[in-house]
């Protein structure tokens, strides 16, 4: 909600219509990531000529047993010709190089292995209303508004997400704000951001143009204060012999102690343990 509401602050307002409900089952950081889509997109469909008259509507409420969400736009409503392609993969009617067509792709699947459903209806000229069900876990209540007012207790750290494509980098932004989050654009605004004051992680796409997820770890290493080391990238694939040789170098074993001390300072506040491409050595 908090990146919604930023994006919207110039186009229009948010309806809470909050009920209490039952937890779902589910994961609640990939649901996460299917509201952000559905809230971005919904931002997306609304006039940019009227923002007073603009507005989104959040609802929660329960019906024949199971969770609804509901995220209703007064925007411009989605053409009956493109209906049936709504959910596929690629398929967008955004311009721009960060428009992938893969946002409602992806919310279809995430909501589909938990046993739900996501739909939607766009009746002419009443904008468009997209719902998502779900199976109630009947062992809790939660009472949404409540839990948006006072979420439980979580150690707070300083993030940075570094990523060219600005709409991924809110996403991810949204999913982690119970933490204190920046997002940089490009390296060189990234390394304004962390000379001005150190971050206690940088999650980092590893492929941008011009300089790189690597250039900003060799920059970081070369001024050896160790920042490098607090570096985690992302990545759709390393393209590169040079970013190949550098997955493949991030990926070793590292020793047991420095695991361990990995471990102190996890960013969730829990023990997990991570996979994916670390900071070289």
Known sequence: MRLTENNLRHRGRIIKDYHAVHSVRGNDLRLGQVFVNLLVNACDALREDTPDANEIRVSTFEKEGRVVVEVHDNGTGIATEIRSRIFDPFFTTKAGRSRTGLGLAISHGIVSSFGGEIGFDSPPAKGTTFWVSLAVDHSTVVDVARSMVNPGRVPRFRLLIVDDEVRLARSLAALLSFHDVEIASSVAEAL???????????????????????????????????????????????????????????????????????????????DRRRQGVSAPR
Do not use: N, W, Y
């Not at 080391?229 to 992302?234: E, I, K, P």
């Not at 170098?249 to 829990?270: H, I, L, M, W």
């Open 192 to 270: 304004t951001l962390i000379e001005k004051s150190p971050f206690d992680c940088v999650l980092c796409d590893l492929m941008m143009p011009s300089l790189s997820g690597m250039d900003l770890h060799a920059e970081l290493e070369r001024r050896g204060r160790g920042e490098e080391r607090r570096m985690v990238f992302m990545t759709g694939g390393a393209f590169t012999p040079r970013a190949r040789e550098f997955v493949a170098k991030g990926s070793e074993p590292r020793p047991r102690e420095a695991v361990q001390r990995g471990r102190r300072r996890d960013v969730g506040g829990v």
